[in-house]
């Protein structure tokens, strides 16, 4: 009955409606070219096992590689009453070649192809956030390396903290990265596994050769459970979790380059291509990529918890649930996507204001750990130190000054152990120097991390 291709069983037509709210082309016919090499492959298996004859096979090939030039060119008019991109493409291929094209599925079911395509679709798209994650990566090197002696205030609590590298801080972002970049490839082992050969749920009756096929689709492994191979969306999830820790880094990023970029603070200027106007306001430069970027981490987060809650409780093997997979799936893809490759660009023109950052680094008492590491070395305990420098603090607050305008005098009033060498203590430069241990923020050793990172350690 109607064009359907399960229509035997059916004597009525599908309600209109239903038809509608059931079908998934509008989302994943972007899986037409997996679906279709799936496709290929499995004639291939199919022909040489002895399932179906090869005459056939040829057909079933030359068939999809014109249904394939026909989607890319545009012409390819997908049917809401197919349902998904699986029936439309066979449809097609059935009214294209007849016979051979309605072999096609034999030995599988579309609850193996359609885990498949995504699989097939997702590992694509993992490699391009790998390499748009590296491009960051890049971008941020770049921008340590040409900014090494630009000194910044390092902030806990968003309070002046102590003075750091402005290099230092990128490059804490390339360590977020870097792990985004571990768990993607990691995630990638999972999602490269061959599912097809579950057929339904069971398996099938035909003798099929699943490693030939692994082995024309470039996948290292096939998947060891029929029922596990059809209704495991972990691959997903995984994907889904690793893209909302990474946008959560680029969000926590996005809202430090927004507040470096407000008038108060004014550390960096974002360039005009990565930013907007007021319609009434004509002084305003806003940083809508940032923001934008920020506001889009909770959509990730969103698509996360959508998929998580599809899959809870679902009995194995394949629900009709499932189909909620993709759009979640897709739009966390294009998020990342964009998301990275704008802060890449952006990050790359970013102007760096030196003055500002260096005049802030040495306000808000921020060298008061180095005096009292200082009172320390002349056998102070620290506590005793901590409590000396707190009331040297309190002074200067009260009398308006910083620690730099202090009299060796004045210094003693807090504590004997003061001689006049504390003045080459409490400079920036001599501050962020003098955290010289792995991974701290004295030149040397900040050096030293962007060249691990440049030879890829
Ligand atoms: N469009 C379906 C999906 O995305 C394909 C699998 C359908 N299988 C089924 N038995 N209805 O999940």
Sequence with gaps: SQNKLWGGRFTQPTDKFVEEFTASIDFDKRLYHQDIRGSAAHARMLGRQGIIPNEDVEKIVHGLKEILEQIEAGQFDFSVSLEDIHMNIEARLSKKIGEAGKRLHTGRSRNDQVALDIRLYLRDEIVEI???LDMLIDSLLNQAEANLDVIMPGFTHLQSAQPILFSHHLMAYVEMFKRDKGRMEDGLKRVDVLPLGAGALAGTTFPIDREYVAEMLDFPAVTRNSLD??????????????????????SRFSEELIIWSTSAFRFIELSDGFCTGSSIMPQKKNPDVPELVRGKTGRVYGNLMALLTVMKALPLAYNKDMQEDKEPLFDTIDTVKGSLKIFADMIREMRVNREKMSQAAGQGFSTATDVADYLVRTGLPFRDAHEAVGKAVAYCVENDMELTELSLAEWQLFSPHFSDDIFDKISVEASVNARNVIGGTARNRVEDEIRRCREGR
């Design 130 to 132: 790998v390499a748009y």
């Design 229 to 250: 191979a059809v209704s495991d969306r972990d691959f997903a999830l995984e994907f889904m979790a690793a893209s909302s820790i990474l946008m959560m880094h680029l």
